[in-house]
Protein backbone atom coordinates (compact mmCIF):
# COMPACT_ATOMS: atom_id res chain seq x y z
CA UNK A 1 0.00 0.00 0.00
CA UNK A 2 2.60 2.11 0.89
CA UNK A 3 4.67 1.82 -2.34
CA UNK A 4 1.50 1.93 -4.61
CA UNK A 5 0.72 5.32 -2.32
CA UNK A 6 4.50 7.12 -2.74
CA UNK A 7 4.30 5.85 -6.72
CA UNK A 8 0.85 7.29 -7.44
CA UNK A 9 1.79 10.59 -5.41
CA UNK A 10 4.79 10.83 -7.37
CA UNK A 11 3.53 10.26 -10.76
CA UNK A 12 0.50 13.14 -9.84
CA UNK A 13 3.18 15.08 -8.70
CA UNK A 14 5.33 15.24 -11.81
CA UNK A 15 2.48 15.85 -13.50
CA UNK A 16 1.31 18.85 -12.03
CA UNK A 17 5.08 20.49 -12.44
CA UNK A 18 5.98 18.91 -15.41
CA UNK A 19 3.03 17.80 -17.39
CA UNK A 20 4.73 16.74 -20.82
CA UNK A 21 7.04 14.39 -19.14
CA UNK A 22 4.04 13.33 -17.53
CA UNK A 23 2.42 12.44 -20.67
CA UNK A 24 6.10 11.27 -22.53
CA UNK A 25 6.27 8.65 -19.45
CA UNK A 26 2.54 7.18 -20.08
CA UNK A 27 3.90 6.63 -23.97
CA UNK A 28 1.50 9.50 -25.25
CA UNK A 29 2.50 12.42 -27.77
CA UNK A 30 3.28 16.03 -26.33
CA UNK A 31 1.19 18.15 -28.17
CA UNK A 32 2.92 21.25 -29.70
CA UNK A 33 0.62 23.53 -29.79
CA UNK A 34 -2.84 23.69 -28.16
CA UNK A 35 -5.57 23.89 -30.60
CA UNK A 36 -9.05 24.92 -29.84
CA UNK A 37 -11.09 22.63 -28.34
CA UNK A 38 -7.71 20.75 -27.14
CA UNK A 39 -8.25 20.22 -23.47
CA UNK A 40 -5.41 18.00 -22.81
CA UNK A 41 -3.27 20.35 -20.08
CA UNK A 42 -6.59 20.35 -17.90
CA UNK A 43 -6.92 16.23 -18.15
CA UNK A 44 -3.66 15.84 -17.12
CA UNK A 45 -3.73 18.59 -14.60
CA UNK A 46 -7.01 16.67 -12.95
CA UNK A 47 -5.52 13.36 -13.63
CA UNK A 48 -2.87 14.42 -11.87
CA UNK A 49 -4.15 15.81 -8.93
CA UNK A 50 -6.33 12.77 -8.05
CA UNK A 51 -3.36 10.76 -8.29
CA UNK A 52 -1.17 12.71 -5.77
CA UNK A 53 -4.64 12.93 -3.53
CA UNK A 54 -4.84 8.72 -4.06
CA UNK A 55 -1.17 8.23 -3.34
CA UNK A 56 -1.51 10.29 -0.12
CA UNK A 57 -4.75 8.19 0.98
CA UNK A 58 -2.67 5.04 0.95
CA UNK A 59 0.30 6.82 2.40
CA UNK A 60 -1.82 7.23 5.08
CA UNK A 61 -3.59 4.34 5.16
CA UNK A 62 -0.82 2.06 5.34
CA UNK A 63 0.92 4.49 8.25
CA UNK A 64 -2.76 4.01 10.05
CA UNK A 65 -2.88 -0.16 9.10
CA UNK A 66 -6.27 0.36 8.07
CA UNK A 67 -7.31 -2.92 6.79
CA UNK A 68 -10.61 -1.90 5.62
CA UNK A 69 -8.88 0.44 3.41
CA UNK A 70 -7.05 -1.98 1.84
CA UNK A 71 -9.93 -4.44 1.23
CA UNK A 72 -11.89 -1.83 -0.40
CA UNK A 73 -9.09 -0.95 -3.12
CA UNK A 74 -9.41 -4.28 -4.49
CA UNK A 75 -12.42 -4.36 -6.05
CA UNK A 76 -12.06 -0.78 -7.51
CA UNK A 77 -8.52 -1.26 -8.60
CA UNK A 78 -10.01 -4.59 -10.81
CA UNK A 79 -12.94 -2.08 -11.88
CA UNK A 80 -10.00 0.37 -13.07
CA UNK A 81 -8.27 -2.87 -15.11
CA UNK A 82 -11.33 -3.46 -16.64
CA UNK A 83 -12.20 0.15 -17.92
CA UNK A 84 -8.84 0.76 -18.63
CA UNK A 85 -8.08 -2.35 -20.56
CA UNK A 86 -11.76 -2.08 -22.63
CA UNK A 87 -11.18 1.53 -23.49
CA UNK A 88 -7.95 0.43 -25.11
CA UNK A 89 -8.96 -2.52 -27.03
CA UNK A 90 -12.02 -0.81 -27.92
CA UNK A 91 -10.63 1.79 -29.52
CA UNK A 92 -11.40 4.93 -26.93
CA UNK A 93 -8.00 5.17 -25.40
CA UNK A 94 -4.28 5.25 -26.42
CA UNK A 95 -2.34 1.09 -26.14
CA UNK A 96 -0.56 2.25 -23.68
CA UNK A 97 -3.68 2.02 -21.42
CA UNK A 98 -3.54 -1.71 -21.29
CA UNK A 99 -0.11 -1.16 -19.31
CA UNK A 100 -2.12 0.98 -16.97
CA UNK A 101 -4.61 -1.35 -16.30
CA UNK A 102 -2.16 -4.52 -15.91
CA UNK A 103 -0.51 -1.93 -12.77
CA UNK A 104 -4.11 -1.93 -11.40
CA UNK A 105 -4.94 -5.20 -12.07
CA UNK A 106 -1.77 -6.89 -10.55
CA UNK A 107 -2.04 -4.74 -7.84
CA UNK A 108 -5.57 -5.75 -7.19
CA UNK A 109 -4.26 -9.33 -7.24
CA UNK A 110 -1.25 -8.83 -5.15
CA UNK A 111 -3.02 -6.24 -2.35
CA UNK A 112 -5.79 -9.57 -1.98
CA UNK A 113 -3.35 -12.25 -2.46
CA UNK A 114 -1.28 -10.32 0.71
CA UNK A 115 -5.14 -9.65 2.76
CA UNK A 116 -6.01 -13.51 2.44
CA UNK A 117 -2.05 -14.86 3.54
CA UNK A 118 -2.43 -12.27 6.43
CA UNK A 119 -6.13 -13.42 7.09
CA UNK A 120 -5.09 -17.77 6.89
CA UNK A 121 -1.68 -16.70 9.06
CA UNK A 122 -3.59 -14.76 11.91
CA UNK A 123 -6.37 -17.93 11.90
CA UNK A 124 -3.67 -20.09 12.36
CA UNK A 125 -1.52 -18.48 14.85
CA UNK A 126 -4.71 -17.95 16.95
CA UNK A 127 -5.62 -21.87 16.46
CA UNK A 128 -2.05 -22.39 17.60
CA UNK A 129 -2.77 -20.11 21.01
CA UNK A 130 -5.98 -21.63 21.81
CA UNK A 131 -4.39 -25.40 22.07
CA UNK A 132 -2.11 -23.64 24.47
Do not use: I, K
Not at 42 to 66: K, P
Amino acid sequence: MAVFGVLAAALGAVGLVAPAAQLSLLGLAVPGERGAGDHTSAFVTASSTAALNMGVYYVLAALADWRAFFRWTVPFRLLTCAVFTAAAVGGRAPEVFVGVGVWEGLGAVATGVALRYERSATTTENARRRRR
